[in-house]
């Protein structure tokens, strides 16, 4: 319908603006500060000594993946539930799921790390460890859902479907872990972040933590979206295309 | 076979949730795929186990977890079978367009699918007393039944729901294990305990196996309202 | 100490992933911007 734009115009290119372009400062600048206090300004602990550094990334990254799945479940009904049926909360709830993903990755793996030097070992299976665990494999999931195909519509409302299932599993899952560890007398929290004694620069870098990664987060979320807005957009126009080829080629004298 | 129409002359979608169903189970009935196919894997399931394991103890210990887990790996069979039938027609869309509520399909599928759950796992059960020894005691019996009950319920439930979203595509039926398996893990943690403490496998008395029944009500209930709601959205085409 | 391996690796992992997610999804939305008109945009 449109001429495509210039390549060699850099500033509209992709899906950068001027929004973005700030927040993205303002994240890098949060996360030097982070990496500053985590890893120099901040004491070690009393009882794990260095290696309560890690909590820094470790707890913000955890507590970003959870907002993110919060992000997609009400993204998704307000999807499914108001009468628009708008696709920009489809868009929200798929880019923030693929962001979450990687947070969780991210929580998962630190968390493991952690474990594996202040306790010995890379896993417990304390129950929301494992939670965390099940929130990342559904999440995996529900990107897959996404990807099934068909109109824009019908994705929607296929994986705002899954990620309110998903809304329902996920208490279940944590209350039957929980259920099943307590069997096992694990009511003492077996994981390092549940008994860190923090004094006041440890919980300033902590916050400093959760600041840097929700402008992360903020900042991924926003690109994410609008690179679906693109994805969708280049679909419709192929689309488009294909159908006014079909019909030029029926209109051509003595064709099909 | 007349249905029973209501004053509006429509049929309630409860007469058309069992009529569902017995379409299924008539179709099974006479082609009988669970009982030659699906029911040798599950026992050959239970052998390999045997053979994993190497140890007469431990495969005695854990024979209410195998039990389930060889459960867990015919559901995604069975739900595959229980949806390939609609697909070689479009039944499933044919259904839609003949006004079928969507609830009422999934009931009548989740209620075929459970009714073969149950006898699956009867013989998974019998296998695993031959196989690898546990003795039922008496006072265990109830909470054995209940479970069984109330586990296939969840399981079939689950099933129906993600199979209606895999099914009939090429690339999309190997999304089913990926999708059913980690929100059944409930089911599976629940139902292993209380045979657990039905059996008294791991010393557990009977009395500790009905808090678990609770969750695996919990579990049925939610299921059965959230699945009737996204089943719907999830097979719309 | 084996300790500072495991802690600086953390924050490596971290940063690391996250940076090659943003460098992917930059790239691309790039590559896929072309094909699009300005006026699907809405925030340029």
């Known amino acids: 319908m449109s001429i495509p734009p210039d390549d060699t115009d850099i500033t509209t290119a992709g899906t950068s603006s001027a929004a973005t372009r700030l927040l993205g400062t303002l994240a890098v600048v949060g996360v030097a500060w982070l990496v500053a206090f985590g890893l120099l300004f901040s004491p070690a602990d009393r009882d794990q000594r260095e290696s309560v550094r890690i909590m820094y990334v470790h707890v913000p990254s955890a507590w970003l993946a959870y907002l993110a799945f919060i992000v997609t479940a009400g993204a998704s009904a307000l999807y499914l539930f108001r009468a628009a049926h708008s696709l920009a909360w489809d868009r929200l709830a798929g880019a923030s799921a693929e962001v979450g993903v990687v947070f969780m990755g991210i929580t998962l793996l630190t968390g493991m790390l952690w474990g594996r030097l202040s306790w010995g070992v890379f896993w417990t299976w304390d129950a929301r460890l494992t939670t965390t665990a099940f929130l990342f494999v559904t999440y995996v999931g529900y990107l897959a859902v996404r990807r099934l195909g068909g109109t824009h519509q019908q994705r929607a409302r296929r994986s705002a479907a899954v990620a309110l299932l998903g809304v329902l599993e996920i208490p279940l899952v944590h209350f039957s872990v929980r259920l099943w560890r307590n069997l096992h007398q694990e009511s003492t929290v077996a994981r390092p972040d549940g008994d860190v004694k923090m004094d006041g620069l440890m919980l300033f870098s902590l916050v400093v933590g959760l600041v840097a990664f929700t402008l992360l987060y903020v900042w991924l979320v926003i690109h994410r979206q609008r690179a679906l807005v693109l994805e969708d957009a280049a679909e419709d126009h192929g689309l488009e295309q294909a159908l006014s080829d079909r019909r030029a080629e029926a209109a051509l004298p003595g064709g099909r | ?237 | 100490m084996e300790d500072a391996g495991f802690i600086i690796g953390s924050y490596v992992v971290t940063f690391g992933v996250i940076g090659a997610y943003a460098v992917a999804m930059l790239t691309r939305a790039r590559r896929l911007a072309r094909r699009v008109a300005d006026e699907d945009k809405p925030w340029t």
Not at chain 2, 42 to 70: E, K, N, S, T, Y
Not at chain 2, 97 to 115: E, H, P, Q, R, Y
């Open chain 2, 1 to 237: 076979m007349a249905p029973d129409h209501s004053a509006a002359g429509a049929i309630s979608p409860w007469r058309l949730a069992w009529l569902i169903a017995l379409k299924d189970l008539r179709i099974e009935a006479r082609s009988r795929v669970v009982v030659y196919q699906v029911l040798p894997f599950a026992v050959i399931v239970m052998v390999m186990f045997g053979f994993a394991l190497d140890d007469d103890g431990i495969a005695q210990r854990v024979a209410p977890g195998l039990i389930w887990l060889a459960t867990l790996f015919s559901l995604l069979v069975v739900v595959q079978r229980s949806f390939a039938v609609e697909a070689a027609d479009g039944a499933l869309d044919a259904l839609r367009v003949a006004g079928v509520d969507a609830v009422s399909i999934f009931l009548g599928k989740a209620l075929a699918m459970a009714a073969q759950l149950v006898v699956l796992e009867l013989v998974l059960f019998v296998t695993a007393v031959v196989l690898y020894g546990p003795r039922v005691r008496p006072g265990g019996l109830a909470l054995l039944v209940v479970t069984w009950v109330l586990a296939t319920i969840g399981l079939a439930l689950v099933g129906t729901l993600y199979g209606g979203l895999t099914a009939g595509f090429t690339g999309r039926e190997t999304l089913l294990p990926l999708l059913v398996l980690p929100v059944v893990a409930p089911v599976l943690i629940g139902a292993t305990r209380a045979v657990e403490s039905a059996l008294g496998t791991t010393g557990a008395a009977v009395s500790e196996g009905w808090p678990w029944i609770g969750l695996l009500t919990v579990f049925a209930g939610a299921f059965g309202v959230g699945g009737s709601l996204a089943f719907g959205p999830l097979i719309d085409e």
